[in-house]
């Protein structure tokens, strides 16, 4: 059964950085395609970042320049590095991979930036 688990999310002042991490497990993690989404209270899920099995990386357009998603297949792991974070950047962040029609959410991380 795949697993998947994100961590990493805290509290951070504007300006700073955080990284957060999401491991999968079960099958291959190569195959996945993974991708980081957050959702603020009262607002709907967003997709943030996504990286495809083959390494093609999506932003979304409030994030790009400042958050890069990475993986480490030996690791299982997928990487958001989010720098020069505002206080919109405040949610919970989740990761999930898919594979085929297949889709595994992970727990959300909460993060908050504040001063």
């Known amino acids: 059964q795949v697993q998947v688990v994100g961590s990493g999310g805290g509290l951070v002042q504007p300006g700073g950085s955080l990284r957060l991490s999401c491991v999968a497990s079960?099958?291959?993690?190569?195959?996945?395609?993974m991708e980081w989404h957050r959702q603020a209270p009262g607002q709907q899920r967003e997709l943030v970042a996504r990286?495809?099995?083959?390494?093609?990386?999506n932003y979304a357009d409030s994030v790009k320049g400042r958050f890069t998603i990475s993986r480490d297949n030996a690791k299982n792991t997928v990487f958001l590095q989010m720098n020069s974070l505002k206080p919109e950047d405040t949610a919970v962040y989740y990761c999930?991979?898919?594979?085929?029609?297949?889709?595994?959410w992970g727990q959300g991380t909460q993060v908050t930036v504040s001063s």
């Open positions: 079960g099958r291959t993690f190569s195959i996945y395609d």
């Open positions: 999930n991979a898919k594979w085929g029609p297949y889709t595994r």
């Open positions: 990286i495809t099995s083959g390494g093609s990386t």
